[in-house]
């Protein structure tokens, strides 16, 4: 859908898949959850920016 509108729309957009296998990650990514979307390294939910309840499982 994402890539669609993008195409549609002559938006150069570029995806990152990244697969958090163990706490270290958690970690090292911050990651709050699935899914965690990001753009340009800021969370699209303003208020999981300041948030430290990293999860994983």
């Known amino acids: 859908m994402i890539e669609e509108f993008a195409e549609e729309n ?18 090292a990514y911050r990651y709050l959850g699935s899914p965690t979307v990001r753009i340009n390294g800021l969370d699209v939910d303003p208020r999981a920016r300041s948030s430290r309840q990293y999860g994983f499982g």
């Open 10 to 27: 002559d938006v150069d957009i570029r995806f990152e898949t990244i697969v958090v296998r163990n706490e270290l990650d958690v970690q």
